[in-house]
């Protein structure tokens, strides 16, 4: 598993937790809303029950009143006492959550309505002078039934309510119980994967970051040897061993490749060496040692007047000075483009300076020259004094190839959309004598003559500079028409 997926994998279940957690939140708080609301409408209920209850029984005591004090006032006190009851049973019928609720209140409503309606006839006997008849309706009618029938249905209501209240509590005790069950584990597993982060970034990134960072301290000392570990599967693998090619690389530049066409010659000491395997420095050292000792000989043969020795020395060292010219070309070749100083570069003012450079060249042959840059293009990462040169060279071969007087030269630059990302797009034109494109890819490689091997040095630093850059050169010319290159860069502002 990649370093991505690992990190993937661990925030993720951080995240499944922390939405776990909150999840588990949410839901007891709204648990907890639902039950405090459930239990302040039950609460609500059982006031009214008790204020009906309070009620009729303020109102029942008006009855016996009437019968046995003969107080004028009792039914007005009566209907009094009991208006606002019938209020109360409808708010009470409004907070009923289910059936067996309303069952109930209808059931209290029932009996309530029977007490009163029999209260009110004794009431009626009275007025009309029946006393013993409202006496007996009171005693066994209205006090032995209705008020018993009331009294048993209201405390079974109040009961029911108790237990209504009872569950509601047991249930919102279930429900902390069970978040704080969860949010337990919740913290637990958090922590716990917090603490595997923190043994993971330890172990598997930051000690080979560490190991990393010694690997480059060695590199830039000198240590070309070192290497990183390769068995990694992950991004860190992929950049050991993008490492260790960086220093192979590196190892390989400094010694004199591809220098096997210069013969292995005499040393100071006159012994022979494998120079190919020596480094460029040495090798450059030894050439001009030779040198310098060869026209030192040369200058005492002269003295002396042998004239063949100096005719053979003399061709002697120019095949010196073409190893020294090859040795010099390829420590430039690999040397040069190796250290890339990339800045934030102003693109429009570092071409306006490079056609500024060819000023006195246009002017003095009649050359029209364009630049065109899109507005788009302002500041890019690149090395400014080797892109610089890369411009230079083109604009050089271009003028090579125009005539003495007049001809056209143009520079062109714009940033390009595609597939790979944004690029920035250099286009160097002119109509001149152009080349063949067999030409062009040999320009690129070591070409022969009858003697031996010279590198083309102009142009593979263009080539390997812009590559360098990330980059890709682009030519394309045709004998007689003109020629075309095209410079893509990597669109880097930061």
Known sequence: MNLRKKLLTIFSGLALLALASGGV???????????????????QRSLLLQRVRAATFRALKEVPDRILADDDDARE????SIEPVEQDFQQWA?????????QQVQQVRNAYNNLIQNSRRVFDFIDANRRDEALELMEEQLEEEDFEQFQEVTEQAVASDQKIRQIIRQQTQNTRQTAQLVLTISAFGILSLILLLFAYLASDLFAPLREAEKALDDVARGDFQRRLDEERKDELGALNRAFN???????????????KAIPGGETDNGAG?????????????????????RVSQLHNDEVDGNGAVIVEQKQALVDQLDQLLQAVTRVTEFGFPLDLNLARTDIRALLYE?????????????ISFELQIAPEVDYAVVDRLKLREVLAELIRNALCALPEQGGRLGIRSSLDTG????????????????????????????????????PSVGLKLTKAIVEQH???????????LGTHVQIRLPWREE
């Open 77 to 80: 006190e009566f209907e009094e």
């Open 25 to 43: 939140t949410v839901w007891a708080i709204a648990q907890w809303h639902a039950s405090e609301d459930n239990l302040q409408n039950h609460y």
């Open 419 to 454: 597939s790979n990302g944004t690029e920035l797009l250099i286009e160097v034109a002119d109509d001149g004598a152009g080349i063949e494109q067999q030409l062009i890819n040999q320009a690129f490689v070591t070409f022969e003559d009858s003697r031996r091997q010279r």
């Open 94 to 102: 409004e907070l009923a959550d289910s059936e067996a609720e309303r």
């Open 273 to 293: 060496g494998d120079w190919h395997n020596l480094p460029s420095r040495l090798t450059l050292h030894r050439l001009v040692s030779q040198l310098r000792s």
């Open 354 to 366: 490079v056609m500024l450079r060819f000023q006195d060249d246009f002017v003095r042959r009649g």
């Open 245 to 259: 090619r960086m220093t192979a690389a590196i190892a390989q530049r400094e010694q004199v490749m591809g220098l």
């Open 470 to 480: 990330g980059g890709h050169l682009i030519i394309d010319s045709e004998s007689g």
